[in-house]
């Protein structure tokens, strides 16, 4: 139905819940980074399914480290099941409106920038 899955969660570097997408680090059972990324929607939201493709991959600081986030665009995805979350996570699944997330966006209320950059690369590409 054209809505986006958020997480909202508290961030304590920051000291304050955050809007964010769903995301997390590749396990070693995982055979993918597709994989993880698809883990990680379900273990924080419950849903599942869907349509699901490489959309862009990060690296955060390529001067310091050699990490890369891997960003993977879903759609159709629907709920299968509860949230399967860790005993030291408090996460609420927020439905958006792409209005919203582009407000959320300019208003800088959504500040990971490895969740900012494939947002505006998604309303760049679908204006």
Not at 16 to 29: D, P, Q, R, W
Not at 68 to 87: D, K, N, R, W, Y
Not at 103 to 124: G, M, S
Request: proline share 5%; net charge negative; with cysteine.
């Amino acid at each position: 139905d054209q809505k986006f899955v958020f997480v909202r969660q508290y961030r304590h570097g920051l000291g304050l819940t955050a809007f964010e997408l769903c995301a997390g680090v590749c396990e070693k059972e995982d055979s993918s980074p597709l994989e993880s990324a698809q883990r990680e929607l379900w273990e924080e939201t419950g849903y599942g399914n869907g349509t699901w493709q490489e959309y862009m991959v990060l690296s955060a600081n390529p001067s310091a480290t050699n990490n890369l986030t891997h960003c993977f665009l879903a759609t159709g995805v629907e709920p299968v099941s509860t949230q399967h979350l860790e005993p030291t996570e408090d996460i609420a699944v927020e439905l958006l409106e792409p209005e919203q997330v582009e407000t959320l966006l300019l208003e800088n209320k959504i500040i990971q920038a490895a969740h900012v950059a494939p947002l505006w690369k998604y309303f760049a590409q679908n204006r």
